[in-house]
C-alpha cells in the first residue's frame, strides 16, 4: 500500500529536477499525478502531462480544467515551478523583475487561486509551494529571484491562517543549492564554472549540494498525513546555511 494511495496531485515544473523527483515520488507512492510543465515532454513515465505556462490565467484556468478531467478532483497542489536571476538590484532590469514575479510569485497565486476552491468545497486540500532559502535571507545577486521568494512564503503563511479551521493546510519548502539542470545552467554561464560550483557548494556546510530527491522527499513529508498538525512552516533543506 503506498502513503498516497487514490491522492489527487498536481506539480507544476515536473518536467525537469526538484519537480520531476516530487512526481516520481508521489507515483511511487500510489499517487495519481498530473505532471504540468511549460515543456511537458520530460515528466515522469505514469504521470499524465500537461503543457502550461504558470504565469498565464487562462492557462492556469485549463490546466485546472485538465486535472478535473483526468482525475475528477484535487487533494495535493505542489507549486514548484520556477525560474531564476543573477543580478544585484542595480543590474536587474524591470523587465527581469517582472519576468521572475510573474513565473515565481504570480504563478503561485495563480495556481493557489485557481485549486482552492475545490479544495474548500471538498473540506481537504494540501498546497506546498517551492520558495528557497533566497526568500529567507540575503545571498548576493539575487535581487529578484529573492524578493519573488519571499513573497512565497509570505504567500504560504497568509494561505495557511486563512484556511487553516477549513481542512487545508499550506507550507513551503526553502531548499539551498540544489544540484539539478537549473544550476547545471547556472554553471554553464560562469565564467569558471568549476570554482562557481566550489562556491556554491562552500556556502552550504555540508559542504556539498542538495539532490533533488532530498527536497522531494521533504515535500511528500509535507503533503503526507504525517504532517497533519503543520500549517505555515518553511521547511529548510539548505546543509545548514541557515543555521551558520
Ligand atoms: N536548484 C536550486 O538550487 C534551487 C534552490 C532553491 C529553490 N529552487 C526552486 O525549486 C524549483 C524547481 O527548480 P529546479 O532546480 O528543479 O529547476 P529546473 O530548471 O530543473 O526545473 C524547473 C522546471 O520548471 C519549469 N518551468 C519554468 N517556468 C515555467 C512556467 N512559467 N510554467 C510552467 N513551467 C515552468 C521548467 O520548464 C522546468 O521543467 C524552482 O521554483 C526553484 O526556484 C531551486
Redesign the pocket.
Known amino acids: 500500500m503506498g502513503k498516497f494511495d487514490g491522492r489527487r496531485v498536481v506539480v507544476?515544473?515536473?518536467?525537469?529536477?526538484?519537480?520531476?523527483e516530487i512526481s516520481r515520488l508521489f507515483l511511487a507512492e500510489g499517487g495519481e499525478v498530473v505532471a504540468?510543465?511549460?515543456?511537458p515532454r520530460?515528466v515522469p513515465p505514469g504521470s499524465f502531462p500537461v503543457k502550461?505556462?504558470?504565469?498565464s490565467p487562462d492557462e492556469i484556468d485549463q490546466l485546472r480544467k485538465s486535472a478535473y478531467e483526468l482525475l475528477g478532483g484535487v487533494d495535493i497542489l505542489c507549486n514548484?515551478?520556477?525560474?531564476?536571476s543573477t543580478t544585484s538590484i542595480l543590474e536587474a532590469t524591470v523587465e527581469e523583475w517582472d519576468r521572475v514575479f510573474?513565473?515565481?510569485a504570480r504563478?503561485t497565486f495563480l495556481c493557489m487561486k485557481s485549486f482552492l476552491p475545490g479544495m474548500l468545497e471538498q473540506k481537504f486540500g494540501v498546497i506546498v509551494n517551492?520558495?528557497?532559502?533566497?526568500g529567507m535571507i540575503g545571498l548576493r545577486d539575487r535581487a529578484s529571484?529573492s524578493a519573488s521568494?519571499g513573497a512565497v512564503v509570505a504567500l504560504t503563511k497568509q494561505a495557511a491562517v486563512q484556511w487553516a479551521a477549513a481542512g487545508i493546510r499550506c507550507n513551503c519548502v526553502?531548499?539551498?543549492?540544489?544540484?539539478?539542470?537549473?544550476?547545471e545552467?547556472l554553471l554553464q554561464q560562469a565564467e569558471d564554472p568549476d570554482a562557481y560550483r566550489a562556491e556554491l557548494t562552500a556556502r552550504q556546510p555540508m559542504g556539498r549540494?542538495?539532490e533533488?530527491t532530498e527536497?522531494a522527499k521533504a515535500v511528500l513529508y509535507l503533503a503526507s498525513d504525517d504532517a497533519a498538525f503543520v500549517t505555515g512552516a518553511e521547511l529548510v533543506i539548505d546543509g545548514g546555511i541557515l543555521a551558520s
Open positions: 507544476t515544473g515536473a518536467g525537469s529536477g526538484i519537480g520531476y504540468a510543465d511549460r515543456d520530460s502550461v505556462d504558470i504565469s514548484n515551478a520556477g525560474i531564476g510573474a513565473v515565481n504563478g517551492t520558495a528557497s532559502v533566497a529571484y521568494k526553502c531548499p539551498g543549492t540544489v544540484d539539478s539542470p537549473w544550476v545552467r549540494l542538495a533533488p527536497v
